[in-house]
């Protein structure tokens, strides 16, 4: 689902003035990146599901308070996805490696593939635990919940050429981490997701 | 922000997809989960709506509908507004209260109450006369009110504060014959109130009683000696042949015999027409006649050297000796008045 930031906008105000249906769109524009995050936090699945409604109860409480001064929603949001991450990590100090987060059977793919795909993300993952605290914040709030770098600064309450930086040199580390060699050392200028699979991120979330 | 150019190596393509496939086949959200969440949040989403239109319903009700505990709890404020003010209200009161009690005869603050009486007093003479005549007539009314309580220390303390302004009163009046002759019978009419409460006051207050009644006796006393030295009472009838003698002098007389009661001369002179007993002349024979001219007086020899004193003297020497009968006493009387006068001046 895609939406505009005109159209959040809209949809804001309207489950301010008291619309159920409204923040039913909100929850279905915002709850796969906000879980995204909150699992990548997290890393068990059961968990990233409670603080995921516990996010956006709080967003339905606070809506009434909300206004939006230079923070979109968006941002807002994840800035209550934040907290309770760090609330939570606080008080359930056992750790769990990001690798809990794959024990959901892949869908419909074959075995080979699954192996694969499972194979490629346990060493993600371990890359990631490799990272700082801020690098690994600010990979999930740019790759797995697909904000923008400014709206990932806006979350962190840091400068955006701070993200930047932040995100520069996780990429660099996970890199040297995984073995993944540079085919040349040219500087090109392209999409940040050249993929062409569903989009995520600042463009997948308005 | 669909768009983020930044600087990158090839590489690192290779990583943003790598996160992005564990983004999307590993991290995504439980569908059914979601639904669960969904659900329990739309309810929760009505529900906040219904509790929120019932919330913007309740001002709309009217007041009367409201209970009564919360409707006190509004008004709050202003009932302990005016309960602050009726208490301060009743605290003035009783301070005001207590401060006259305390300050009734025979109270904690009497004696400052009389205090502050005698220095609101006006500092002219007649006036601060007046002012304590009406002290003394607040004196006996609380005399007579503590007596009708059988309150022997209010009493007593009103006959002390009593006997105190006569005191004053008599200071004032000694020196001053105007006040003297202005505050002697009103004290004697309070000296005879006082006497009549005789017998009613508490026997506490009897020494009290006494006491002021003798200071009041002795002050009328004074004064009357003082303001009217004929009186016969004391004996002294020396400026009353001088009424007699010459009128309007008489008074001067009086003054002059005042002036010179510690002066011999002229107290011998006064002492021995006083003891003729005559206030009045009673035979016609002793009627005043008119006084001759006296023989002039040689002039003395000048004295170029001669001081004032001597030059005085010389005059009134000469009539005292030819001087023989009433009316050459009362030319010799007036002229010794003359030097008593100045004796009294220089007194």
Redo the contacts between chains.
Sequence with gaps: MTLDEAAVERLVGD?QA???RA??RL??HY??SV??YI??RVHR?SD??DL??LV??KA??ALPRYEARGIPFGGWLFRLARNAVIDHVRTHRDHVGLES??E?P??DAGPDEIVA??Q??DE??AALDALTDEQREV?ALR??A?L????AAAVMGKQEGTV?GL??RA?AA??RT?G????????????????G??P?G??GIG | MDEDFVERRPGDLEMYRRLDACAETRLAPDAAAMARIRAALMGQAVAMADAGAATMALPLQPATTLPQGPFLALRRPKVSRSSAAFLAACLCLGLVAGSVAASAAGGPFYGPRLWLEEATLPSAPLAHAHGQLDRLDARLDEIRVATANRNAGAVEAALLAYAEIVDDLEAQAMGNPAVAADVLDDLAHRQMVLIALMGKVPPQAQDALAHALQQGANAVEVIAEDGNPGDPVRGRGGGTTNQGDSGGTGNNGGGGGGGSGDSGSGNQVRTGTGQDGKDKPDDPADEPRATPKPKPTPKPKPTPKSTPVETQQAPTETPSESSGGSRDQGGGMSRQDQGGDEQGDAD
Excluded: N
Excluded at chain 1, 182 to 194: I, K, N, S
């Design positions: 489950a008291g619309d159920p923040f039913g929850f279905d709850h796969a879980y995204r699992v990548s699945p990233a599901e995921t409604q956006f109860v339905l409480e987060a794959s959901r892949g869908g795909v499972r490629a993300f993600v993952a990979i790759f797995f697909g923008s770098a400014r709206e930047r995100q520069f990429i996970m890199r995984l993944i060699e540079d085919p040349e050392t040219t500087v090109v200028e392209r999409r940040l997701r050249p993929t699979e569903k995520i600042p463009s």
